[in-house]
């Protein structure tokens, strides 16, 4: 297997200054790997730090100590290493993150908020918005919100846009951060079916579900995150 | 990404320092900022801000230090060695510069029209027809209705006014722009359509930029990285949301847990 994610012995603390210097310890030797095809579910109790591995794994929080060994084009990058500007182009190119909640920029409409990662990757303008489009209408967004900044939108349905714009590029790896807690059952079956084509187009997938029955429907392994665990 | 471009750094700034007596402004700076990069400087009044960004941009001096910039031709130069003329393609053509308070970067009693124009006459042209197309489709551009083409920006309200100092920018097509608080005493809807528009034009123009300012939420729109000032030294750099989301230094941590959730 030539994995996708490789991480071998991750740390994290946090030092919190403002609270007179108290560490925080995270996480500690966080190892698994996962491949093409793959979707590896992080379990563990909140608080577990399972969010915190999955930010690493993105490059949005620094990592102490370990590897986290990406696989970008031909060639390994270590993020626990890597200059921004590799992270950006790993980021670009490699690994997606659908996040739990739409970090949304005001104005912009729902239907280029989920173009435009396609748009940043060089496709033109309207076949990025033709596949936005598409991937709306599976997600059951209603076509008159689409022209609408998702600012308003319901949990839900904002949920939905994240999810569309996390899944609309190639990119080979996704993680997922809690994907489904603010679905109904047929929208949590329409972000199965997703993931199962993504598994079938061979991306590598990092998921936090806490839903056990998505979780057994998504997972092809789980690793226990309290195996992790750094409290002194 | 054309790897052989963007693998050269646009601009270098090496160990950067500027005082005025025994006041330090800035202290021992070092970046490199690569094409289609931008690079947010961000701290509190008076962490020197806006003395780099003058250093950088060639308009003061430092005491100690270099900033060398890559020319069109591919040669990295220092700026203090340049030419008069090499200096001059800079600040009309090759760099733009937008100031907090757009009276300093337009001329007020000109109309719109022209203030746009004017940096292209700079560079050469001549024909009044295209120049008065470019002006309008740069106009458009950046949301300011045709039909105000011949008033002067005094006329303007303060967001306007900022939307046609970044068309009168942008229309040599620079390769870097300076930005100093672009957003600064705007009203809180003007800021948002401001920097949405800002965002969308330094995509699609593959822009580098290097913007001052102490608004974290502009940082985090805007910009790839960061740097966190505090009394003329950098403390802390990164990509911006992990410096924003995962803050190392006591003072970047006070700045990010000082924000007021909305």
Redesign the interface.
């Known amino acids: 297997m030539t994995a996708m994610i490789d991480i071998e012995n991750a740390e994290k603390t946090?030092?919190?200054?403002?609270q007179g210097g108290v560490e925080l310890p995270v996480v500690r030797g966080v190892s698994f790997q996962v491949g093409r095809g793959e979707c590896v579910v992080l379990s563990g109790p909140s608080g577990a730090g399972k969010s915190s591995i999955l930010?690493m794994i993105f490059?949005?929080?620094?990592c102490d100590a370990g590897q986290i060994g990406i696989r970008h084009g031909g060639e390994v990058i270590d993020l626990a290493q890597a200059e921004?500007?590799q992270?950006?182009?790993v980021r670009?190119a490699t690994i997606g993150y659908v996040s739990q909640f739409l970090r949304a920029?005001?104005?912009?409409p729902t239907i280029d908020v989920v173009a435009e990662p396609l748009i940043?990757n060089g496709v033109a303008r309207p076949e990025a918005r033709r596949q936005a489009a598409s991937l709306l209408k599976t997600l059951n967004i209603p076509e008159r919100l689409w022209a609408l900044p998702p600012s308003t939108f319901s949990g839900g349905e904002q949920q939905r846009v994240n999810i569309a714009r996390g899944f609309i590029s190639d990119l080979p790896i996704l993680l997922l951060d809690e994907p489904t807690a603010s679905l109904d059952a047929v929208n949590g079956a329409v972000v199965v079916d997703l993931i199962d084509e993504k598994k079938r187009a061979g991306v590598a997938m990092v998921a936090i579900v806490h839903d056990n029955q998505i979780r057994n429907l998504i997972a092809d392994r789980v690793v226990d995150v309290t195996t992790f665990a750094a409290a002194a | 990404?054309a790897e052989n471009d963007n693998d050269q750094p646009l601009l270098v700034a090496d160990r950067l320092s500027k005082n005025y007596g025994r006041l330090t402004a800035c202290c021992d700076v070092s970046f490199a900022l690569?094409p289609g990069?931008v690079l947010a400087i961000v701290g509190e009044s008076g962490s020197g801000k806006t003395t780099l960004l003058q250093l950088l941009s060639a308009q003061l001096a430092p005491s100690a230090g270099h900033v060398s910039y890559r020319m069109r031709d591919g040669v990295l130069r220092d700026l203090a060695a340049l030419g008069e003329a090499e200096r001059r393609f800079l600040f009309r053509t090759d760099w733009g510069y937008v100031h907090q308070d757009p009276a300093l970067g337009l001329r007020m009693a000109v109309s719109a029209g022209a203030n746009v124009g004017e940096r292209l006459m700079a560079v050469g042209w001549n024909h009044y027809g295209r120049i008065r197309d470019t002006a309008s489709s740069w106009l458009e551009r950046v949301e300011i209705d045709i039909g105000r083409i011949d008033d002067a920006p005094r006329t303007y309200s303060g967001g306007m006014r900022q939307r046609l100092q970044i068309a009168r920018n942008l229309v040599t097509e620079p390769r870097l722009v300076f930005m100093d608080e672009p957003t600064g005493g705007l009203d809180v809807s003007v800021q948002?359509?401001l920097?949405?528009l800002l965002?969308n034009l330094v995509?699609e123009l593959g822009l580098s930029a290097i913007v001052v300012t102490h608004d974290l939420a502009v940082a985090r729109?805007l910009s790839?990285?960061v740097m966190v000032m505090k009394g003329g030294r950098v403390i802390e750099t990164?990509?911006t949301?992990?410096v924003l989301?995962?803050p190392?230094?006591?003072y970047t941590?006070?700045l990010v847990?000082s924000i007021l959730p909305a």
């Open positions: 946090f030092t919190m200054h403002l930010k490059g949005n929080y620094r921004p500007r992270i950006l182009s670009r920029v005001p104005r912009v940043a | 990404m690569y990069e948002a359509r920097l949405d965002r995509g729109l790839h990285r990164g990509l949301d992990q989301d995962d190392r230094e006591p941590q006070l847990s």
